[in-house]
């Protein structure tokens, strides 16, 4: 329970929908000074999001298809809370397709670097890329936007991806098709704190050593004079 410990730190909410690398999304939220945890999709509701607090959401990558009959998905009312969303990859397929979109299979998959053009500005990459740019990316996907929600714009385009990167500036959902998480996305990091700090407003005043002192004050205030078993 880690509730009462971070309430007074902003924090983000990871949904896993199975990706190989959901944790390095965690590791990029936090190193950029704001706590985040990662749950399974399937065990969120609206209510548990509510109690967590969240300012912001952000929906991982997953190896299946969003149009396949058991894909993973979460509550579409979801949607309607209010948060600041991230989709990753298949995270953005899923967003795209439970708001109205399409997705379908691509028969020129992509794995491996790739590069997006920059069409228009964005507060996903603001202060990092600028339309007109070619900034190198991380591309691992079989299916593809094909068609967007209403509300959504296309904001950066790739040879294997037409629908890149799509903003819904209004409600703040965003998506990409490719990993930002990954060190092979060079500024991906960046692009993530964009979206803590400039899109749901996180302050970024958490740190790990902050996460430790925390504990132990709050070990100690539980545990009293008592006796603890540590099994590690």
């Not at 410990?5 to 690398?21: A, E, N, P």
């Not at 991906?188 to 979206?195: D, S, Y």
């Not at 925390?214 to 008592?226: D, L, T």
Request: proline share 7%; charged share 20%; aromatic share 10%.
């Amino acid at each position: 329970d880690t509730g009462p410990l971070l309430s007074r730190h902003d924090r983000i909410l990871i949904l896993d929908f199975g990706s190989q690398v959901t944790q390095l999304i965690a590791r990029r939220v936090r190193e950029s000074g704001v706590y985040c945890e990662i749950w399974p999709f399937n065990q969120t509701t609206p209510s548990k999001i509510m109690e967590f607090g969240p300012k912001g959401l952000i929906f991982s990558g997953g190896p299946m298809s969003v149009y396949q009959e058991d894909a993973p998905a979460p509550d579409p009312a979801i949607y309607e809370m209010g948060l600041p969303i991230l989709g990753i990859c298949y995270g953005q397929q899923l967003m795209a397709h439970q708001l109205g979109g399409k997705v379908e299979g691509d028969p020129h998959k992509e794995f491996g670097r790739a590069f997006v053009e920059i069409r228009e500005p964005c507060a996903l990459f603001e202060g990092v890329w600028h339309p007109g740019g070619r900034e190198q990316v991380w591309m691992s996907h079989g299916d593809r936007v094909t068609k967007l929600p209403n509300g959504f714009r296309i904001v950066g385009t790739s040879d294997g991806a037409p629908h890149a990167m799509i903003a819904d500036d209004k409600r703040h959902f965003y998506g990409v098709q490719f990993h930002p998480e990954v060190v092979h996305t060079p500024h991906g990091a960046a692009l993530i704190r964009n979206f803590t700090h400039g899109v749901a407003g996180c302050s970024g005043d958490w740190s790990m050593a902050a996460f430790r002192r925390e504990s132990i004050q709050k070990i100690r205030a539980q545990v009293g004079g008592a006796k603890v078993i540590c099994g590690l």
